[in-house]
C-alpha cells in the first residue's frame, strides 16, 4: 500500500519559515520524482515545486521562487520543503505527490498523494 504522509504544517506569522515533510513508503522512493502542491481556500490546487528522482534537478512555481526549496533523502525515503519569508497568500493546504516522470506547472500526472497539511501564514 502506497502512503504518503506530510507534516510539519501550523500556524506562523508573514516573514517567517517553516519546513513541511513528507514520508513516502510502499513505492520505490527513488524511481519517482516528488512534487508539492497546495490548495488555498476556494481555490483549486496549484503546483508548487518539483525534485527528480535523485535530487539533481528541482522547479518551483514563479510565486515561490527564491523562497522555497524542495530537497529529498532517498535513503530515508522522505521530501522536504524548506518554506522561507512566508506571505499570507501561502497559506492552504499542502500536498506532497509522486510521479514516474517530473512535471512542471501542473497538478496533472502525479500518481500518488498525501492527504495534505495545513499551512497558515498571518499577517
Known amino acids: 500500500q502506497v502512503q504518503l504522509v506530510e507534516s510539519g504544517g501550523g500556524l506562523v506569522q508573514a516573514g517567517g519559515s517553516l519546513r513541511l515533510s513528507c514520508a513516502v513508503s510502499g513505492v520505490i522512493f527513488s524511481n519517482y520524482a516528488m512534487g508539492w502542491f497546495r490548495q488555498a481556500p476556494g481555490k483549486e490546487r496549484e503546483f508548487v515545486g518539483t525534485i527528480s528522482w535523485i535530487g539533481y534537478t528541482t522547479y518551483y512555481a514563479d510565486s515561490v521562487k527564491g523562497r522555497f526549496t524542495m530537497s529529498r533523502d532517498n535513503a530515508k525515503n522522505t521530501v522536504e520543503l524548506q518554506m522561507n519569508s512566508l506571505k499570507p497568500e501561502d497559506t492552504g493546504i499542502y500536498y506532497c505527490?509522486?510521479?514516474?516522470?517530473?512535471?512542471?506547472?501542473?497538478?496533472?500526472?502525479?500518481?500518488?498523494w498525501g492527504k495534505g497539511t495545513l499551512v497558515t501564514v498571518s499577517s
Open positions: 505527490a509522486a510521479a514516474r516522470a517530473v512535471v512542471r506547472d501542473t497538478t496533472k500526472g502525479m500518481n500518488y
